[in-house]
């Protein structure tokens, strides 16, 4: 008895110090060398500061809905763990409200989904998140984590764990597994730390029926924040909301990541469960645009067919987005789509060469399905809208300026055509990113987790983020000029606020000599539109000498 009491004022000294600590009693538990603090689980998931989307949207005030945090969370809240969803970016917190945050909430997890272009910010959430407590377990998760996960555990000491793929089983196992003291190595789906090495769980298997899955929690982040709205070709502007109503990819674009993300078996949600969210999404936040956020929203004709009757019975007078596969789609499916409410209509080609395309690139459409598609949009009354990648592997010059004239092409066909433009950026896994560490425009020795690596590659952080650009065989004078070309020939500009953000973005000579190369091409575009002197696209030669390149094997400076 005496045993027993001396070993009960031991255990409880023990508790009543780490609550004066952490600011609640808990017990603790001992998992691969490391202490763990069970129940109550208290988890805080957070977007960054800088967020997740492109420039364009943070111009305009727009945001939408984090749907990868919000499924973690509503898994989690269905479990009954207290789980806590903190969307630094629109609550206008920088790291020291985030900091105040994690100190009030207490969390025994703090993760957060990455990508590629915001990784550093998730980075440094999981070093503050140490720094206040090191006893909270810190998880990272997303795209960028899906595909360099051993290299952000190798690179970031402060992350103790990494999820791999989709997250919603993993979050809430991982959770269960270190509340009950158990081993990490049974957590499929994660790279973990053992002492000072790293180690992969192994693969997790695919969630088979999506249906399963509760709707995202978007009761957990103030949805009257997200200044979420369309302005839609009739002339109104509408409420949007964000949706994902299918996970997958097939197809082999060799810069995308999502088969490694999702996997390449297309998996969707029931129309039943489809038609449910977009009820809910109608009814509790006056949703009055469904932005369609699938990779492929068409790659089942029967499944849209259906989606879009079950639409038109119920009479929602809703207006929507979505992205095609053209070669999947024909013009009854989208007759009856701009009935239920297309109204634009997003789609890749990639490149305007068929070489390219098809051999470098891995999207075998041939370049007439998207002169149909485009007449398609004219007749039907849909705004088609394009993507264009310049500066692909192999790619000369000649071949580039083909995608100006497809572009162009596509405009005279259906002047409604809008057309989006980026240079080719590298992502990690990818096959491009083989290819660029092969011809040396990524270093080998290259890791995405140590910023300075960033110095020695070519980026332009202000416009698309802490990602390398691929450069081969063209030069930044032709790069730029396709970039600005298009731009001041359809008369846009570039904003005050990109321009200090790019200022201010500069970390090295690669980045000063980049951005002076685009800001003398913009100049000069400037310069001929004022004296009316500018050659419009379309002037292009129609045919060019296209011939068949050479494989760059050399590192092209910057």
Same mark, same amino acid.
């Given at each position: 008895m005496l045993l027993f009491f001396q070993f009960f004022l031991q255990l409880s000294s023990s508790f009543f110090i780490r609550s004066l600590v952490f600011g609640r009693i808990s017990p603790i538990i001992k998992a691969d060398s490391k202490e763990y603090r069970i129940y109550p689980m208290k988890i805080q998931l957070f977007v960054p500061p800088q967020g997740y989307i492109a420039q364009r949207w943070v111009e305009g005030g727009a945001s939408m809905p984090p749907l990868g945090i919000l499924y973690l969370a509503a898994v989690l809240e269905r479990e009954g763990i207290d789980v806590q969803v903190v969307p630094a970016d629109v609550l206008k917190f920088g790291w020291k409200e985030v900091e105040a945050s994690i100190r009030s909430f207490k969390p025994d997890i703090v993760g957060g989904t990455t990508t590629s272009e915001n990784r550093f910010d998730g980075f440094h959430l999981v070093e503050m998140a140490k720094k206040i407590d090191p006893g909270i377990v810190t998880v990272l998760g997303g795209p960028?984590?899906?595909?360099?996960?051993?290299?952000?555990?190798?690179?970031?000491?402060?992350?103790?764990?990494?999820?791999?793929?989709?997250?919603?089983?993993?979050?809430?196992?991982l959770a269960e597994t270190l509340n009950a003291e158990g081993s990490l190595d049974t957590v499929r789906g994660i790279f973990y730390r053992k002492k000072r090495d790293v180690f992969f769980s192994g693969p997790r298997e695919a969630i088979a029926n999506l249906d399963e899955l509760p709707f995202p929690a978007r009761h957990l982040v103030p949805?009257?924040?997200?200044?979420?709205?369309?302005?839609?070709?009739?002339?109104?502007?509408?409420?949007?909301?964000?949706?994902?109503?299918?996970?997958?990819?097939?197809?082999?674009?060799?810069?995308?990541?999502?088969?490694?993300?999702?996997?390449?078996?297309?998996?969707?949600?029931?129309?039943?469960?489809?038609?449910?969210?977009?009820?809910?999404?109608?009814?509790?936040?006056?949703?009055?645009?469904?932005?369609?956020?699938?990779?492929?929203?068409?790659?089942?004709?029967?499944?849209?067919?259906?989606?879009?009757?079950?639409?038109?019975?119920?009479?929602?007078?809703?207006?929507?987005?979505?992205?095609?596969?053209?070669?999947?789609?024909?013009?009854?499916?989208?007759?009856?789509?701009?009935?239920?409410g297309l109204v634009w209509a997003h789609f890749g080609i990639e490149a305007g060469n068929a070489r390219v395309r098809k051999k470098i690139v891995g999207k075998n459409i041939e370049i007439e399905a998207a002169d149909r598609f485009v007449e398609w949009g004219r007749e039907l009354g849909f705004v088609?809208?394009?993507?264009?990648?310049?500066?692909?592997?192999?790619?000369?010059?000649?071949?580039?300026?083909?995608?100006?004239?497809?572009?162009?092409?596509?405009?005279?066909?259906?002047?409604?055509?809008?057309?989006?433009?980026?240079?080719?950026?590298?992502?990690?896994?990818?096959?491009?990113?083989?290819?660029?560490?092969?011809?040396?425009?990524?270093?080998?020795?290259?890791?995405?987790?140590?910023? =300075?690596?960033?110095?020695?590659?070519?980026?332009?952080?202000?416009?698309?983020?802490?990602?390398?650009?691929?450069?081969?065989?063209?030069?930044?004078?032709?790069?730029?000029?396709?970039?600005?070309?298009?731009?001041?020939?359809?008369?846009?500009?570039?904003?005050?606020?990109?321009?200090?953000?790019?200022?201010?973005?500069?970390?090295?000579?690669?980045?000063?000599?980049?951005?002076?190369?685009?800001?003398?091409?913009?100049? =000069?575009?400037?310069i001929k539109r004022f004296f009316g002197k500018g050659k419009r696209a379309q002037d292009v030669p129609r045919r060019a000498d296209v011939g068949t390149p050479e494989k760059s094997g050399r590192r092209l400076s910057g």
């Open positions: 960028h984590i899906s595909m360099a996960g051993r290299d952000a555990m190798e690179g970031v000491g402060a992350l103790d764990i990494a999820v791999v793929g989709e997250g919603e089983r993993t979050i809430l196992e949805m009257e924040k997200y200044h979420f709205y369309v302005n839609t070709p009739d002339g109104k502007k509408r409420k949007a909301q964000n949706i994902m109503t299918s996970r997958g990819c097939p197809f082999n674009c060799y810069f995308c990541a999502t088969p490694v993300n999702w996997g390449r078996k297309m998996r969707g949600f029931s129309t039943e469960r489809v038609l449910a969210e977009i009820e809910h999404l109608i009814t509790e936040y006056g949703a009055e645009f469904i932005w369609f956020y699938d990779d492929t929203f068409n790659y089942d004709k029967r499944r849209v067919h259906r989606i879009m009757d079950s639409i038109l019975e119920r009479s929602w007078n809703i207006k929507f987005c979505c992205e095609f596969r053209i070669d999947l789609v024909d013009k009854p499916l989208l007759e009856k789509m701009v009935k239920s088609p809208n394009a993507f264009m990648i310049f500066s692909h592997y192999t790619e000369t010059w000649a071949e580039a300026r083909e995608s100006i004239q497809i572009m162009e092409r596509m405009k005279n066909i259906n002047p409604d055509t809008e057309i989006s433009t980026a240079i080719l950026h590298v992502y990690p896994g990818t096959p491009l990113e083989r290819i660029a560490k092969d011809v040396g425009i990524v270093p080998r020795d290259f890791m995405w987790s140590r910023k =300075k690596d960033m110095k020695r590659v070519d980026m332009l952080p202000a416009a698309q983020g802490y990602v390398p650009l691929f450069k081969d065989r063209l030069s930044w004078f032709q790069i730029a000029e396709l970039v600005m070309r298009w731009s001041a020939d359809r008369k846009r500009v570039v904003s005050g606020s990109k321009f200090r953000s790019g200022v201010k973005s500069v970390s090295s000579i690669r980045d000063v000599a980049v951005a002076a190369v685009f800001f003398l091409v913009l100049l =000069k575009h400037k």
